[in-house]
């Protein structure tokens, strides 16, 4: 991974020249990318996230990317649903982001591999998107969470069996160890891929970090999450007690990296 920084006019972006000019068939840097009206024209969106930010799946030939533009919400979002304070181009939250994802990827850390940072300025404010490569084959734990434990009886599986949340636990400590504060770690930010191997995303306003009470923090609000997606509270509890299970155990060495 080589970033590269590009700048036309009031866009600037931050760029992983692997991905992109390294690549045979694929975009080449253009501030277009950053439109998704771009990608529209060219029919080249093949679906679409939930959430706030709108997120676009975009076929960019050998992968799939994921388009995320950056979106204000809670009470200032009445105010500008997509405008940011201009404090400085490395300081935005898009070059923020690019560099600790990019960091992470190189690490071995399961996460997408981050492929552009697009920002245009606007005065003293800007706009800004993230562009990552999209994980092929994988659900939300939310989903998971959702579908496994619907029901209120006892005659299915108990969350503290599931070993799949015990490498949720895992998962979370190797970050955890390398000093990522997640500040949004909530059931929906975690992936669940088709060989059953966790992956995190959306790391906007996280930061690397020395131990501290912040770890606590990070795993209190994933235990709210699950209490959003479990049928009861009791469920959403045992479910993360599997989770502290793994976290409080060695973690995991496996392979999570994504081909170039």
């Known amino acids: 991974m080589r970033l590269a920084t590009y700048q036309s006019g009031k866009v600037s972006i931050l760029y992983d020249a692997t991905s992109l000019c390294d690549a045979e068939h694929g975009p080449q840097i253009g501030a277009e990318l950053l439109d998704p009206e771009h990608w529209q024209r060219q029919g080249l969106v093949v679906g679409q996230a939930p959430g706030r930010g709108q997120s676009l799946f975009l076929d960019a030939g050998e992968h799939q990317w994921v388009l995320r533009p950056y979106r204000r919400g809670?009470?200032?979002?009445?105010?500008?649903?997509?405008h940011y304070i201009w404090t400085g181009l490395q300081r935005t939250r898009a070059f923020r982001e690019m560099r600790l994802t990019a960091s992470l990827h190189q690490a071995g850390l399961p996460v997408p591999r981050p492929i552009l940072a697009g920002v245009?300025?606007?005065?003293?404010?800007?706009?800004?998107?993230l562009i990552t490569q999209?994980?092929?084959?994988?659900?939300?734990?939310?989903?998971?969470?959702?579908?496994?434990y619907l029901t209120n009886?006892?005659?299915?599986?108990?969350?503290?069996?599931?070993?799949l949340l015990i490498e949720v636990g895992r998962v979370i400590r190797r970050f955890h160890d390398h000093g990522l504060d997640h500040v949004d770690l909530n059931a929906r930010n975690l992936l669940v891929d088709d060989q059953?191997?966790?992956?995190?995303i959306d790391?906007?306003?996280?930061?690397?970090?020395?131990?501290?009470?912040?770890?606590?923090?990070n795993l209190a609000r994933l235990s709210r999450s699950f209490q959003r997606f479990c049928q009861n509270t009791a469920t959403a509890a045992m479910a993360m007690q599997a989770v502290q299970l793994g976290y409080d155990s060695t973690s995991s060495d496996s392979d999570h990296s994504l081909t170039s």
């Not at 300025?121 to 998107?129: I, K, M, P, S, V």
Request: glycine content about 6%; some cysteine.
């Open 74 to 82: 809670g009470l200032i979002a009445r105010l500008s649903t997509d």
């Open 120 to 129: 245009e300025r606007h005065g003293l404010t800007y706009r800004a998107a």
């Open 134 to 148: 999209r994980l092929p084959q994988t659900i939300a734990l939310a989903e998971h969470l959702t579908e496994e």
């Open 153 to 163: 009886d006892d005659t299915g599986s108990s969350p503290l069996e599931d070993p």
């Open 196 to 200: 059953q191997r966790i992956w995190l």
């Open 203 to 217: 790391l906007d306003r996280c930061r690397l970090r020395s131990p501290g009470t912040w770890r606590q923090a």
